[in-house]
């Protein structure tokens, strides 16, 4: 276990303001939060050990997909064994049950599959562990990770629009890339860049930056449009949490990357969160449960009302995953082809029911939905927007939902708003204003002073018997 330590420390609350015993008793929770660094470490370590392979990948030696494959183990491994260490808690069985059932669920599938089947288990774990660390993470903690994620995300990517040429030559993410992942091997760049980062003619742009799209750090601009949409996830349930230069910073962020990047879905997400913040609290808290059923139903509608595409555009995206949904045979929804899910990059429902089986797709659906609670405006704000960004993504955005550099901060948050340390830090009383003592008033005139102990007497009263 952690050293004991007091959670609320000083004698104020979570936003500076006095907590008397009896608030200090009811909602303040019972074990201690993990460290400030072991969840920022982890959770820096998670969005940026691609960045740090790349460059070992342009300078020292050329990599391949084991060292990833392996970077990634390590750093869950020892997750994992830093919450075992940790000890578990009463709200752990949800998550704990999920990474139990895709366990036996992976037994399954490489038994009816004759093969080891991993990659729904790698995408659970990324799920379960940092869901965990959220509900050990304390408020101050989550929000010095998101300021401090953005912050370095921020500086590369203004480095990457300033001077793209010593961004490419940093990371050299083509290479990396072609290396580690098969990818734009034979793409023609002289920059060195990813290869649809260049885009192509006709494809969507604000038409505000004449560099290609931006990546930062992640090296890929899917994964920095999917973490932008991942901030606004953070705003609807952190506004009121964040300070003035905070917001401002994370706000700046936002803008900037969605118009560098030229994104839509994380542009139209952006939109849907403004109006959220003020609507999410006003839906019904469960409604989560329809979203998956919804944007379907409206993908497969809008199959019907545009042209057919081919094209990397809203028809052509959305036209692939209605087609290769209605491509799935019974084989594959029990699970039997999961050796092809790998096939499905821009299709994530499709992946996610190969790689899953339907019962593992059923039960993702459910804990998705489901866990964050809606006691709160922000956790329902936080509930809707995490629903939303996960199966929109699925539907437009292929499998990068499951990418630990999003992941991880995804269910870092989701950890924390269902966590006692979030309850506790909304619990806290609203800031006052601290008025100076009043100077005592001198008694009046004719008052009798007496010594202490005893009462007032004003003159003409009748003294005690």
């Not at 539907?395 to 924390?416: E, Q, R, S, Y």
Request: proline share 6%.
């Amino acid at each position: 276990m952690w050293p004991l330590r007091s959670v609320a420390m000083g004698t104020g609350g979570a936003d500076g303001s006095p907590i008397d015993e009896t608030d200090r008793q009811t909602s303040l929770p019972r074990e201690n939060p993990l460290p400030a660094g072991i969840v920022i470490g982890f959770g820096l370590a998670a969005m940026l050990y691609n960045t740090l392979l790349a460059i070992v990948n342009a300078h020292v030696a050329p990599l391949a997909m084991m060292h990833v494959a392996v970077t990634e183990f390590v750093i869950l491994s020892a997750l994992a064994l830093t919450l075992l260490y940790s000890g578990l808690r009463q709200n752990d069985s949800a998550p704990v049950g999920l990474g139990a059932l895709f366990i036996f669920g992976a037994l399954f599938l490489s038994f009816i599959n004759q093969a080891p089947i991993v990659t729904s288990l790698r995408n659970c774990a990324i799920i379960v562990l940092f869901t965990m660390v959220g509900q050990r993470c304390d408020a101050r903690t989550l929000r010095r990770f998101l300021v401090i994620a953005v912050s370095l995300v921020f500086a590369v990517m203004l480095f990457e629009l300033l001077d793209v040429a010593g961004y490419a030559a940093l990371f050299g993410p083509q290479s990396y890339y072609a290396n580690t992942r098969g990818i734009g091997g034979d793409a023609v760049d002289e920059l060195g860049l990813f290869p649809n980062a260049l885009g192509f003619n006709g494809r969507f742009s604000y038409g505000l930056f004449q560099t290609p799209r931006t990546s930062s750090l992640f090296l890929e601009q899917t994964s920095l449009a999917n973490f932008a949409s991942v901030v606004v996830v953070y705003l609807l349930a952190q506004w009121r949490q964040f300070r003035i230069p905070a917001r401002t910073l994370i706000v700046a962020f936002v803008i900037i990357a969605l118009l560098s990047n030229n994104t839509r879905m994380s542009s139209a997400f952006a939109l849907i969160g403004l109006a959220g913040y003020f609507v999410f609290p006003r839906l019904p808290g469960r409604g989560t449960l329809v979203v998956p059923l919804f944007l379907l139903s409206l993908a497969v509608a809008l199959t019907f009302v545009m042209p057919p595409s081919t094209e990397d555009d809203l028809a052509g995206r959305i036209g692939l995953s209605v087609r290769l949904l209605s491509l799935t045979d019974l084989r594959a929804l029990l699970g039997a082809r999961a050796l092809e899910a790998d096939g499905f990059p821009d299709s994530g429902y499709s992946y996610l029911l190969y790689s899953s089986s339907i019962v593992g797709t059923f039960l993702l659906w459910l804990y998705v939905a489901l866990i964050v609670p809606i006691s709160s405006p922000e956790q329902r704000r936080c509930a809707w927007g995490l629903s939303l960004f996960f199966f929109l993504n699925l539907l437009v955005a292929g499998n990068a939902v499951f990418a630990m550099k999003i992941a991880a901060p995804l269910w870092l948050l989701a950890g924390h708003m269902r966590s006692p340390y979030f309850r506790a830090a909304a619990a806290a009383p609203a800031r006052r204003a601290v008025r100076p003592l009043a100077k005592p008033r001198p008694p009046a005139a004719g008052a009798l002073a007496l010594r202490r102990g005893t009462t007032s007497l004003a003159k003409g009263d009748p003294a005690p018997c």
